[in-house]
T-cell receptor, first 118, second 111 residues
Framework: GAVVSQHPSWVICKSGTSVKIECRSL??????MFWYRQFPKQSLMLMAT?????????EQGVEKDKFLINHASLTLSTLTVTSAHPEDSSFYIC??????????????FGSGTRLTVV | EDQVTQSPEALRLQEGESSSLNCSYT??????LFWYRQDPGKGPEFLFT???AGEEKEKERLKATLTKKESFLHITAPKPEDSATYLC????????????FGQGTELSVKP
């Protein structure tokens, strides 16, 4: 139980284009999902908290207009990197938790998306 | 300010050589402490959740313990397949599901 699927695993895009990353909870309902960013050899930094049916809450310093988050259902959240630039190249990871699952499964993470902007 | 510090940054062990990883934390009301394993290019894989001082959890060669200021991840007789980065994260009360991660310990186990 508590499986999170993230797609795509990797994507290469041209500077100025937009990229959408999907995060799905496969066997549980996630009212809240989280989006992290990870640079090489560094830890995870929370970008935003995504709540089903409402606006996402962004961490300080994260541009809302660049990183658009949509959480339209209890099993799907998307992160769209708009007008991507090379500095947006990074490893993006989502996580989610189901009610009553944290003790046994923690906050379950997706497999991550490697974004390269050229 | 809530903070998590892991040590050492990197650890090299011989197969069978037991050791411990440290996670020191400062948080305004601990709701939970989490240990994850992360392989290169992958998302973190859940290992343990600890909630209160004195709590211990075990899984195969791994054992996690918790005090009021720190947590240890003990690795007994490690194998090469235990090589990975181990991440510690804390969840503070009143912060929803937000996790604050340490920098991680990169473990390498040589045969």
């Amino acid at each position: 139980g508590a499986v999170v699927s993230q797609h795509p695993s990797w994507v290469i895009c041209k500077s100025g284009t937009s990229v959408k990353i999907e995060c799905r909870s496969l066997d549980f309902q996630a009212t809240t999902m989280f989006w992290y960013r990870q640079f090489p050899k560094q830890s995870l930094m929370l970008m935003a908290t995504s709540n089903e049916g409402s606006k996402a809450t962004y961490e300080q310093g994260v541009e809302k207009d660049k990183f658009l988050i949509n959480h339209a259902s209890l099993t799907l959240s998307t992160l769209t990197v708009t007008s991507a630039h090379p500095e947006d190249s990074s490893f993006y990871i989502c996580s989610a938790n189901g009610q009553g699952l944290v003790s046994n499964y923690g906050y379950t993470f997706g497999s991550g998306t490697r974004l390269t902007v050229v | 300010e809530d903070q998590v510090t892991q040590s050492p940054e990197a650890l090299r062990l011989q197969e069978g050589e037991s050791s411990s990883l440290n996670c020191s934390y400062t948080v305004s009301g601990l709701r939970g402490l989490f240990w994850y394993r992360q392989d290169p290019g992958k998302g973190p894989e859940f290992l343990f959740t600890l909630y209160s001082a004195g709590e211990e959890k075990e899984k195969e060669r791994l054992k996690a313990t918790l005090t009021k200021k720190e947590s240890f991840l003990h690795i007994t007789a490690p194998k090469p397949e235990d090589s990975a980065t181990y991440l510690c994260a804390v969840q503070a009360r009143g912060q929803g599901g937000k996790l604050i991660f340490g920098q991680g310990t990169e473990l390498s186990v040589k045969p």
